[in-house]
């Protein structure tokens, strides 16, 4: 799957339901449509995961050695509150109480295509985690692509 691109403002119902943005069902395979997995991200947000890949990023987790303290404790709080949701026959998602919480999401939300997974965020907490830093976003470019060989970016075509 190629990586989900776009960004949406979105407006729960008063029961935590989201409507799925046409633009990010389009880019999605039609049998990816449907199920989904959204936990908790590592910033204050939550991730949607396309169930397949769900499916992916845990057996990536699975191979981590769980004999070691701290795979173990990642692994756990990677899959804490993971909760398996389907798009319903408006279209919409029912996000879990305790998931919107921890996010702060409540009638306002921003969806936010991010690789392999749709991120989740209160409106409120997006804006300000997109400011923070805004003024030294060249100097992060700098600092992150700066240092790899042009030739080193794959050929998307």
Not at 12 to 19: F, V
Not at 61 to 90: C, H, I, M, P, W
Not at 145 to 153: A, E, F, T, V
Request: proline share 4%; aromatic share 10%; hydrophobic share 40%.
């Amino acid at each position: 799957m190629a990586a989900l691109i776009g960004e949406y403002e979105c407006k729960l119902d008063e029961k935590g339901r989201l409507m799925l943005p046409v633009g990010f069902k389009k880019q999605l395979p039609a049998k990816e449509q449907k199920r989904f997995v959204v936990n908790r991200g590592l910033e204050k947000q939550l991730n949607l995961w396309p169930r397949k890949e769900w499916d992916k990023e845990t057996a990536r987790l699975n191979s981590l050695n769980l004999y070691v303290q701290k795979n173990r404790e990642f692994v756990r709080k990677f899959n804490n509150g993971a909760t398996e949701v389907e798009l319903d026959s408006s279209g919409r998602l029912l996000l879990p109480k305790p998931l919107m919480q921890f996010a702060g999401v409540d009638k306002t939300s921003v969806l936010f295509g991010f690789s392999n997974r749709i991120e989740i965020w209160s409106k409120q907490e997006y804006d300000k985690y997109m400011k923070q830093g805004a003024d030294d976003f060249a100097a992060l470019a700098e600092e992150v692509m700066g240092k790899l060989p042009n030739d080193s970016i794959g050929d998307v075509s």
